[in-house]
């Protein structure tokens, strides 16, 4: 559910019913229940539920906060991780300038090949499906660069380094795919998130403000306030989908790259 709201419905439905929809269906929630309890207005128990209400209030600000926050340093790190897969080839490309022109250009072809088919595929890594070529690249790679027979130490600094890269190409990728896929908040963070948002604003109805206009004002505030919230939740869950999704420029940005030093 969390991941078809990121990546299959458009941000701005998900905003207006969560920002707007949320505080409507909550003031109207409001007017039901002190038509029904027309008590409550007189406010005879509000330093209790001022109490309640603020002291969940701070509890749900603080879980809310720590989840926003821990969501966008996951965001960080996974856009660390692409970009830590696009340079691991792109240095080994740059690092066979100390081979032969034929065996520099097969290591360019291979790394430009694994970028490209990494763009190729990118609806696909985000939705957590193997692409066969991106493997097969690497192993072009293998095959090249294992093929060397190094004539100066320079050479054999290259062929030792590039091995460890190609290596560590496999885990980058499958970090990559596992951080595209994955959503980074657990099920029962979320069940904890939306039932702390309920009770919150379960307690605002309680509140008796014989204002009306005042009193509406108020709970369509702290719904707006939960919304905005739970939004900025969904959209930073999924690094690759949503508003504020990352994008392949690392590989973008280097296929441009190897294909001007072409």
Not at 44 to 70: K, P, Q, R
Not at 97 to 120: F, K, S, T
Request: with cysteine; net charge negative.
């Amino acid at each position: 559910m969390a991941k078809w709201l990121a990546a299959e419905l458009p941000e701005w439905v998900t905003l207006i019913a969560l920002v707007i929809g949320l505080p409507v269906l909550m003031v109207l929630l409001e007017s039901l229940v002190h038509r029904r309890l027309p008590h409550w207005r007189r406010g005879e128990h509000n330093d209790a539920t001022g109490i309640m209400l603020s002291a969940a209030a701070v509890v749900y600000s603080v879980a809310i906060g720590l989840c926003v926050v821990t969501l966008w340093e996951k965001r960080n790190d996974a856009r660390v991780a692409t970009e830590a897969e696009a340079l691991n080839l792109l240095a080994v490309a740059e690092g066979g300038r100390v081979c032969d022109p034929q065996v520099r250009a097969a290591i360019d072809a291979g790394v430009l090949a694994y970028n490209r088919d990494v763009l190729a595929a990118w609806p696909q890594r985000v939705r957590g499906e193997a692409v066969p070529a991106v493997g097969e690249a690497v192993d072009s790679l293998l095959t090249v660069i294992g093929g060397i027979t190094p004539q100066t130490a320079a050479q054999e600094a290259f062929v030792r380094d590039a091995m460890e890269r190609l290596t560590r190409a496999t885990e980058l990728r499958a970090e990559a795919v596992r951080l595209a896929h994955d959503q980074q908040l657990p099920d029962v963070v979320w069940i904890s998130v939306l039932i702390g948002s309920m009770v919150v604003l379960s307690l605002c109805v309680t509140c008796g403000v014989r204002d009306d206009m005042l009193r509406r004002v108020l709970v369509g505030g702290v719904a707006a306030t939960i919304g905005v919230n739970v939004f900025l939740a969904v959209e930073l869950n999924y690094p690759f989908a949503g508003a504020v999704r990352i994008e392949p420029e690392s590989y973008e940005r280097v296929v441009a790259h190897l294909e001007q030093s072409r």
